[in-house]
C-alpha cells in the first residue's frame, strides 16, 4: 500500500502495443513477464535471474496470467473478482500499456490492463532494489465505470509455480508460542494460511510463506520461494493445486466479509507482497528478507543500532511506583543499558489501571502511583544518563473507562448489539475506521510528546482481536469495509505520527508476536517477538521469527528464573545468550540479581553493545542447527557485510549422560581468510580452540566440536578475520 508513483525521477518506456518481454530484474533475479495487445498479462519465469527471455520459451512452457480475474477462462483460483456496475461478475483484462520508472534506489514496473468492455483498470506493479533480491507486487483497481462496482477478491499478487517435489514451510503459533516452524509437502487440493483476528494477524499464522522447490526445505541449499504480505489485517494465502503441471500462488487481504466497494473514479491499492528467490535454501530466502527490510523498509534503516533497555513489566507488572520505577532505572544503569521503559500501570483518572480490566483510552496519569507525574520520571532518567520510554495501547478502551463513558459509539461493534468484551472482561476495540478515533489516537502519542518531549520509545501493544463485527462510523452499505478500513485507518494514523516524530522509537507489541508482520515494519522499529521469555522456548520461536525478520527487530529480554510464564529455571548464562540474537534487553528487577549474577550481566551488556550488537543487529544470519531437529541443540550465526567479524552461537537444551555431540560447520565466512576463535561471555575454563585461528574454508567444511558442560549450556564465540 506504499510508495506508490511517489517521486518519478525518469520514464525509461512508455506504451508499446506490440508483445513485449518484461524482465522484472533484482540484482540476482528475475520474473519475466510477457504483454501483449488483447491478451491478459502473463508470467513465465521467476528466478534466477536470466537475460534471454527466448531461451526461457524453448525450455518452459509456463504461460499463466500475472493477475488472474474471475469470469472467462480463469476456473482455478484467481486473484479478482468483481462484481461491475451493472451487475456483470465476469472481468476480462488485458494489457494496454506498462511504464518503467526509478524511484531512488527502486525501479517500478506498472503494467496496465483494462477489461476489454467495461471502463475498469487494473495496475499490476512490481517494485525491484539495487541492493536486495526482494520483488514487490501489489495491484491498484481504478473504477471509471459510471457507477460503483464491487471488489470481491483483490489479491496483492498471484505466481505459478512448477509442480515437482514443492514443499511449504510457515510459522504458526498461538500466545507464548508464537511462530512455530510447520512444513509439509503440497498435495492436489488447496494449502491455505490465513487470519480473521481483524487486529493481531501474526499470532496463529504469520502472513509469510517460504515455499521450497527442491523438497522438504534445508536451510543452506535448494530454491525457495519466499512471500510476505505487508498487511497487518486479515490475510490468506493459498497455494491451489489443480492437475498436474502448476501450483497457482495467490495472497493479499482475507475476502471473509471484506467485500469492497469503488465508486466512480476511486482506487484502491492492494497491500504489497513480497517475494523472494533464493536458490540458497530457506537462509538464502531469510537474508534477502532481512537485507531488504534493513536497507529498504524499515522505518529507521539498519544502520542505526538498537539500544539496551530494561522493561518494567515482568518486575513489577501493573504495580509501578515513582519509588519503584526509579529503582529499576538504577539497576538498569547498573547493568550498563542504555533505555528505560515504563509499561502498563501507569495511567488512569475515574478508573485506576491497578487491574488490567479499565482505563484504557483515559491517557492521564494515575497520581496516585505517580504524585511527581510522568515529567518527573522522564527527568529522572535523563538525570542518570538514560533514555525513557512508556507504554500505551492507544487502539483500545476498556467498558470502565471515561473515554468508553463519553464515546460509547467509538468502538468496534454494530449499533445494534451489545458488545462482547476481551481481556479483564471489559476490553473493547476502537474503530479505526472511524476519523474521529484516528484523531484520538493520533493525539495520544502527541500528548505525549508534548508532556515529556524526551521520549525516546514507545511500547505500542495490542491485546484485542476485533470481536464484535460492525462500526457505527461506516454507513450500512460499507459495513464490508470494516476490516481493510480499520488498517487504512491504522496505517494513515501511524504515517502522521511518524511524520511528525520521525525519531521516535516505536515498538510494535501484541499480546507478544500477534502483530509480527511486514505491513507495519515501515513505522515500528522493532517487534516484541513473545510474551513467552523462557530461554528455552524462545529459541523456537526466534528461529521461526527469523525466518522473516531480521535480528534489529526482534526484542528479546532476560527474564526472571525461575520463569513466569514456564517456571523453568535456567541460567543467567544461558538466558543472555539466548536474548543477545536480538536487541538485548532485561525483563525483570534487576534490585533481583545476586552480586555475581549483576557482575555477569554487566559483562553480557558491555559485551553485547561494544561487539556483539554491530554484527547481529547489521550482519547477515546464517541459521545452523535449527532446535526443530529435535537432537538438543540450536546454533546460528551472524557475519558482518564484510565478513571481517562474525559471532556465533550455540546452546544446548538437553542433557543425558554420554548425549551427541556434534560439530558445528560455520557458514558465510571468507572462504580463503583466517580467522581467530575466542569465547564471549564466557562462565568457566576456555575450550580447547580458544585464540586458535582456522580458515574460513576450515570452519565452514570441517567444522569445530564445543565442549558443553552441563544442562543448559551455550557458547558464544567471536571470530576476527586476520589481516
Ligand atoms: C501484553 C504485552 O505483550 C506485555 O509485554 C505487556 O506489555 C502487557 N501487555 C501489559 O498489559
Redesign the pocket.
Same mark, same amino acid.
Given at each position: 500500500m506504499k510508495k506508490v508513483f511517489l517521486s518519478v525521477m525518469s520514464l525509461f518506456a512508455v506504451a508499446l502495443l506490440s508483445a513485449k518481454d518484461i524482465y522484472v530484474n533484482s540484482p540476482g533475479t528475475t520474473l519475466l513477464l510477457k504483454a501483449e495487445a488483447g491478451l491478459p498479462l502473463h508470467v513465465s519465469y521467476y528466478g534466477e535471474r536470466v537475460a534471454d527471455a527466448e531461451q526461457v520459451y524453448r525450455a518452459y512452457s509456463l504461460w499463466e496470467d500475472a493477475y488472474p480475474a474471475f469470469g472467462l477462462g480463469n476456473y482455478d483460483i484467481t486473484a479478482l473478482s468483481v462484481r461491475h456496475s451493472d451487475g456483470n461478475m465476469s472481468t476480462e483484462l488485458t494489457y494496454l500499456s506498462d511504464v518503467v520508472t526509478t524511484e531512488g534506489n527502486s525501479t517500478v514496473y506498472t503494467i496496465t490492463m483494462k477489461d476489454k468492455v467495461y471502463e475498469f483498470l487494473v495496475d499490476v506493479c512490481y517494485r525491484t532494489y539495487d541492493n536486495s533480491d526482494v520483488i514487490e507486487t501489489w495491484s491498484v483497481i481504478r473504477n471509471n465505470e459510471k457507477k460503483p462496482v464491487s471488489l470481491l477478491k483483490y489479491a496483492s499478487g498471484f505466481l505459478p509455480i512448477r509442480q515437482g517435489n514443492v514443499w511449504v514451510q510457515h510459522e504458526h503459533g498461538s500466545w507464548g508460542a508464537e511462530a512455530q516452524v510447520s512444513e509439509e509437502a503440497l498435495k492436489p487440493g488447496i494449502f491455505e494460511i490465513h487470519d480473521l483476528t481483524g487486529t493481531k494477524n501474526a499470532y496463529m499464522n504469520r502472513p509469510n510463506l517460504m515455499i521450497s522447490l527442491d523438497g522438504k526445505p534445508q536451510e543452506n541449499y535448494g530454491r525457495v520461494v519466499g512471500a510476505a504480505l505487508c498487511w497487518s489485517g486479515n490475510f490468506r494465502m493459498t497455494i491451489d493445486t489443480q492437475g498436474k503441471k502448476i501450483h497457482r500462488f495467490v495472497a493479499g487481504i482475507d475476502d471473509t466479509n471484506s467485500q469492497y466497494t469503488l465508486k466512480k473514479g476511486e482506487t484502491f491499492t492492494t497491500p504489497v507482497l513480497a517475494l523472494t528467490y533464493s536458490n540458497e535454501g530457506l537462509g538464502g530466502a531469510s537474508r534477502s528478507f532481512h537485507r531488504w527490510a534493513r536497507k529498504n523498509n524499515m522505518v529507521h534503516n539498519g544502520t542505526a543500532l538498537r539500544k539496551t533497555l530494561l522493561n518494567s *513489566?515482568e518486575g513489577v507488572y501493573l504495580n509501578v511506583s515513582q519509588d519503584g520505577m526509579e529503582k529499576m532505572m538504577d539497576g538498569v544503569k547498573q547493568l550498563g543499558g542504555e533505555l528505560f521503559v515504563m509499561?502498563?500501570g501507569w495511567f488512569g483518572n475515574k478508573y485506576k489501571r491497578s487491574v488490567?480490566d479499565c482505563a484504557l483510552g483515559d491517557w492521564v496519569t494515575d497520581t496516585g502511583k505517580l504524585p511527581k507525574g510522568v515529567p518527573a520520571l522522564e527527568k529522572a532518567c535523563t538525570e542518570r544518563g538514560l533514555k525513557w520510554g512508556i *507504554?500505551i495501547e492507544p487502539e483500545m478502551t476498556n467498558t470502565k473507562s471515561e473515554l468508553y463513558e463519553k464515546h460509547p459509539d467509538w468502538v468496534v461493534c454494530h449499533p445494534t448489539r451489545e458488545p462482547s468484551t476481551g481481556r479483564g472482561g471489559t476490553q473493547l476495540v476502537l474503530d479505526m475506521s472511524n476519523p474521529a478515533v484516528q484523531d484520538f489516537v493520533y493525539k495520544v502519542v502527541d500528548d505525549i510528546m508534548t508532556e515529556t518531549p524526551n521520549t525516546y520509545y514507545i511500547?505500542w501493544?495490542c491485546?484485542m482481536e476485533t470481536k464484535n463485527f460492525g462500526s457505527h462510523y461506516l454507513s450500512a452499505d460499507n459495513q464490508s469495509h470494516l476490516y481493510v478500513d480499520y488498517h487504512l485507518g491504522l496505517i494513515r494514523t501511524l504515517k502522521r505520527i511518524r511524520a511528525k516524530y520521525p525519531d521516535l522509537v516505536i515498538q510494535c507489541?501484541a499480546?507478544?508476536g500477534g502483530r509480527v508482520n511486514y505491513g507495519l515494519m515501515p513505522y515500528f522499529d522493532e517487534f516484541?517477538v513473545s510474551?513467552n521469555t523462557d530461554a528455552k522456548q524462545r529459541l523456537f520461536i526466534q528461529w521461526g521469527t527469523s525466518m522473516f525478520f531480521p535480528a534489529c527487530a526482534m526484542a528479546q529480554h532476560v527474564s526472571a528464573s525461575p520463569n513466569h510464564q514456564t517456571r523453568r529455571s535456567l541460567p543467567l548464562k544461558f538466558r543472555f545468550d539466548v536474548a543477545m540474537t536480538g536487541r538485548l534487553g532485561m525483563e525483570m528487577k534487576p534490585s533481583d540479581l545476586s552480586a555475581d549474577e549483576m557482575k555477569f550481566a554487566q559483562s553480557c551488556f558491555k559485551t553485547y553493545k561494544e561487539t556483539i550488537r554491530p554484527i547481529v543487529q547489521q550482519g547477515d544470519q546464517y541459521r545452523l542447527i535449527s532446535p526443530y531437529e529435535g537432537n538438543g541443540y540450536c546454533s546460528e550465526m551472524f557475519v558482518g557485510e564484510d565478513k571481517k567479524e562474525a559471532i556465533f552461537f550455540a546452546y544446548k537444551f538437553e542433557h543425558y549422560v554420554d548425549f551427541f555431540r556434534p560439530r558445528f560447520y560455520f557458514a558465510g565466512l571468507d572462504p580463503n581468510a583466517t580467522y581467530t576463535l575466542t569465547e564471549l561471555c564466557r562462565q568457566g575454563n576456555a575450550d580447547h580452540w580458544e585464540g586458535s585461528s582456522f580458515t574460513g574454508r576450515f570452519l565452514m567444511q570441517q567444522g569445530v566440536e564445543i565442549d558443553f558442560r552441563g544442562e543448559y549450556a551455550s557458547k558464544v564465540i567471536r571470530l576476527t578475520r586476520g589481516s
Open positions: *513489566w509499561d502498563d488490567d *507504554w511500547k501493544d491485546n507489541c499480546s507478544g516484541w510474551d
